[in-house]
């Protein structure tokens, strides 16, 4: 089977390359870094030629509202039509769960217009919905610093290794479009400014974390239920604990 990863060189984009190629079939890794550009259109329908599932695994380099919005719209439009011309079969995106209730904050407007136009596409699609990459930690961390105190929420969160995810996004491009969202999770559910204040102390890292309620998350208030899942997510196996051990990203 031929599988375009759009985002093929990013953390999780090159992760799932590797398991798929591991399974002998013919994968490629797509970026503007290797050529393939979906805002440009550069090289995209050249790379979608024959191509059964896409897994779109990009992200937008810029976090400002505007930025992102634009990102994720130009790419998604720019990516469908290419899908189209080309015959595409599944069309695979990694969104974030909770993502339609942060709609204060610009990234998620944008996650949300992505998913929409999948949604609309009419190509069969999978959107798994994923919470907080464990390797996201540091940048959340950086997200709520002034000075050397790191203003976050208390509400839970449900980190997952890059691993698991990689797993999950391997696996859903194997199987049956699901035309729905699926979920995963990471196996501990955690306050994320304890969990923030662990990974701050683990990293021998002098900043000091203040639990806020009404620190913003990338713009958006938080409650308990924002950024965790309650329709029963498939589970990742890694713990933060094991995940800090093995993880170079942790050190
Ligand atoms: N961070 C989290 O906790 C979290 C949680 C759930 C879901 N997600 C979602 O997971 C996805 C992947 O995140 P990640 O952290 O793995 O991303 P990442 O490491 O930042 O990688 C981003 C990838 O997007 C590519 N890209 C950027 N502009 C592009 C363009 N114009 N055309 C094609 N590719 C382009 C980059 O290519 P180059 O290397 O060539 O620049 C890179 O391969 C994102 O959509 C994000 O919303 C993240």
Known sequence: MKIVVIG???LIGSKTVERLRGQGHEVIAASPNTG???ITGEGLSEA???TDVVLDLANSPSFEDKAVLEFFETSGRN?????KAAGV????ALSVVGTERLQESGYFRGKLAQEKLIRQSGIPYTIVHSTQFMEFLSGIAQ???VGQTVHLSPAYVQPIASDDVADAMAKAALSAPANATVEIAGPERVRLSELVAR???ATNDARVVEADPEARYFGARLDDNSLVSNDNPHLGNITFEQWFATSKSAK
Do not use: P
Request: net charge positive; aromatic share 4%; no cysteine.
């Open 8 to 10: 093929g060189t990013g």
């Open 36 to 38: 393939v550009n979906t």
């Open 48 to 50: 979608l030629a024959g």
């Open 79 to 83: 990516l469908i039509a290419a899908e």
């Open 89 to 92: 079969r599944h069309h695979i």
């Open 143 to 145: 997200s709520g610093t």
């Open 199 to 201: 990974y701050l102390k």
